[in-house]
């Protein structure tokens, strides 16, 4: 029983990992608040949450990401496995970072990529998958969080009507030549008014 306590103690403490865009993984927009269309590290190690990001989403994520530390795709690339080596694969620098933390055994949410998981692997990373919810307290809305999904609602039950519109009006294929009617026209609103529905529904952690 004792071992057993010990053995769910050690798992929960464990360092988390999500290496996903925000857009399809609602875990990484709900533990950093940060929206970016292309996948990048979070890396959660007793509570303190660091992410990776490209050259061009830097400057942005550290004004608004909500996390504790912001680096770049170069800082993570300078923590070399072998100095000789010139160059070096994507899942050899994440190891070298995921190492220079001292995390080599991390939880990972069930959808965390297959093929990145045996290359971890294969570079000494050992990666335990999570079931269910990554961050359970996503099951519990704050005051603010439901009132994002509140919004989320909003916006996209005022895009329905011009979506209909749009459908009875216009043929598909004749949209680019032919179809000027106001409902055409207001395609990208509609577009953009969805898009922002997903993107707060996301951070409300639904």
């Known amino acids: 029983m004792n071992h057993h306590k010990n053995s ?31 996948a990048f590290i979070l890396l959660e190690i007793n509570g303190k949450r660091t992410i990776v990001l490209n050259d061009l989403e830097i400057d942005r994520g550290r004004r608004t990401a909500q996390v504790d530390e ?47 998981a045996r290359d971890l692997a294969k570079a000494g990373i050992h990666l335990e998958p999570q079931a ?27 895009s329905g009507p011009v979506v209909r519109s749009h459908r009875k009006s216009c043929a598909p294929k004749s949209i680019p030549q032919s179809c000027e009617s106001a409902a055409c026209l207001q395609i990208p609103s509609w577009r953009v ?10 951070a409300a952690g639904r």
Not at 193 to 202: F, P, Q
Request: no cysteine.
């Open 70 to 116: 912001v680096i770049s795709d170069a800082e993570m690339a300078a923590k070399k496995k072998d100095p000789a080596k010139s160059q070096q694969q994507r899942h050899e620098k994440i190891a070298a970072f995921l190492k220079s933390r001292k995390a080599r055994t991390l939880q990972v949410p069930s959808s965390f990529p297959l093929g990145l």
């Open 193 to 202: 008014a969805t898009r922002r529905a997903i993107r707060t529904s996301a």
């Open 8 to 38: 769910m103690s050690k798992s929960k403490s464990l360092p988390r990992l999500i290496i996903a865009d925000s857009e399809s993984s609602p875990d990484i927009l709900y533990a950093t608040k940060f929206f970016a269309p292309d």
């Open 132 to 158: 269910g919810l990554f961050y359970k307290k996503r099951e519990f809305k704050t005051a603010a969080e439901l009132k994002q999904l509140t919004r989320a609602t909003r916006i996209t039950g005022s």
